[in-house]
Every structure is written in structure tokens, then in C-alpha cells.
């Protein structure tokens, strides 16, 4: 009987102990998930500032050309990212408007996808540049390759074929960065949180071909 009694109250301990280790676990969660609930709008007044500048029109070949930069898109947590191996992808949303006294029309509308890679096997970085002829340029300068993520030199918007003379059009430009997946949930959490941010107001520039 007192083997027994001893032994029961050795797990009645043990049991008090695991249901206390359960709810101190459970505190610490719904601890964790407040806090993540209530850091977005504390980030948000930190937001990266991201805008699109220096954009100049082309029209004199066969297709009006855009250039223009993406200025403060990087900040020190996103470079920390791309040097662990985190793939990066800059979305580019271009739009051409006409337009006239009753009414706007889009006549062209499309996406770029600028990616940054880094191999840390070959220290070396990779970007991908749809518009560029040779697509993909590696670098092992991480400035020369924020610079290429940044720039559009001479992209091919829509044909001069299309536009009318004498008529009033408008060039759109935003810049966006696209959601990245990590394979640990609070990696992934940390990241949305810190970096999910970045997204440029509309730059507008008219122009009358």
C-alpha cells in the first residue's frame, strides 16, 4: 500500500508538472501570436520609403521606350535575406492610358519580374532581367547586382505603330516586392512581418506624341 500510494503521488507530480509545462507552452504561444498581431502597425510607420524616379521616354524607333529607377528598395533586413540564400522578386506593373475628354482606355498593360539570387557556394549573385537580351547576369558585386534589380534601361512598352500623332498618353509605373516563402513558419513570419512592406505609389508621366 505504501509502494502504491508513493507511486501514485510520484505521478500525480509528474502529471501536475506536465499540465503546468502545457499551460506555461500555451501562455507563451497566444504571447507570441499578440505580439506579432500588434508589431505590423509599429512597422508600418518604419516602412521602406521605395520610390520610382528618373523616368524618361523614348519614342523615336519603332517602339516607345521606357527607363526609369527604383530608388530606396532595399533595406538592411531584405540584403540580410539575400545573403542567406532567400530568393528576391521585384514586380514592375507598367501600364499605357489614353487618354481623352470622355474617357481613359489602357492599350498596353504588363508585369516585369526582376529576381536576385545569391550562390553562396560560388559567391555569386544571379538576376534575372525579362527585358534584358541576355536575361540572366551574374555578378559577384552585391551593389552591381542591387543596381541591376533597381534599374530598367530601354524597356520596349508599345509599338509607336499604335499611338496616335497629336494625341495625349500617359506612362504608369509601380514597383512591388512579391511574396517570399521560407521553409521554417517563423522565419516566414519574421520576414513577412519585417519586409512585406514595400510597395511605390503610381508614378505618372504624360507625354503627346
Given at each position: 500500500?505504501?509502494?502504491?500510494?508513493?507511486?501514485?503521488?510520484?505521478?500525480?507530480?509528474?502529471?501536475?508538472?506536465?499540465?503546468?509545462?502545457?499551460?506555461?507552452?500555451?501562455?507563451f504561444f497566444l504571447f507570441f501570436l499578440a505580439a506579432l498581431t500588434a508589431y505590423p502597425p509599429i512597422c508600418a510607420s518604419a516602412r521602406n520609403k521605395a520610390q520610382i524616379s528618373n523616368?524618361?521616354?523614348?519614342?523615336?524607333?519603332?517602339?516607345?521606350?521606357?527607363?526609369?529607377?527604383?530608388?530606396?528598395?532595399f533595406n538592411t533586413d531584405m540584403e540580410e535575406a539575400i545573403l542567406n540564400g532567400v530568393p528576391t522578386t521585384f514586380?514592375?506593373?507598367?501600364?499605357?492610358?489614353?487618354?481623352?475628354?470622355?474617357?481613359?482606355?489602357k492599350i498596353a498593360d504588363f508585369t516585369l519580374r526582376h529576381t536576385i539570387r545569391?550562390?553562396?557556394?560560388?559567391?555569386?549573385f544571379q538576376v534575372d532581367l525579362?527585358?534584358?537580351?541576355?536575361?540572366?547576369?551574374?555578378?559577384?558585386?552585391f551593389d552591381e547586382a542591387k543596381k541591376w534589380m533597381s534599374t530598367v534601361e530601354k524597356l520596349p512598352v508599345i509599338p509607336t505603330?499604335?499611338?496616335?500623332r497629336n494625341q495625349?498618353?500617359?506612362?504608369?509605373?509601380?514597383?512591388?516586392?512579391?511574396?517570399v516563402e521560407l521553409p521554417l513558419f517563423f522565419r516566414y513570419i519574421l520576414f513577412w512581418v519585417s519586409l512585406w512592406?514595400?510597395?511605390?505609389?503610381?508614378?505618372?508621366?504624360?507625354?503627346?506624341y
Open positions: 500500500m505504501w509502494l502504491e500510494s508513493r507511486a501514485g503521488g510520484a505521478a500525480r507530480h509528474v502529471c501536475g508538472k506536465d499540465v503546468k509545462s502545457w499551460v506555461n507552452r500555451k501562455f523616368i524618361e521616354i523614348d519614342m523615336e524607333g519603332k517602339n516607345l521606350e521606357a527607363s526609369f529607377r527604383l530608388m530606396d528598395c514586380r514592375i506593373i507598367v501600364y499605357v492610358e489614353k487618354s481623352s475628354l470622355l474617357l481613359t482606355s545569391y550562390n553562396r557556394l560560388n559567391n555569386e525579362p527585358e534584358h537580351p541576355q536575361k540572366t547576369l551574374v555578378t559577384r558585386s505603330c499604335w499611338l496616335n495625349q498618353y500617359h506612362l504608369k509605373v509601380r514597383a512591388e516586392l512579391s511574396k512592406d514595400f510597395e511605390t505609389e503610381w508614378r505618372t508621366v504624360a507625354f503627346l
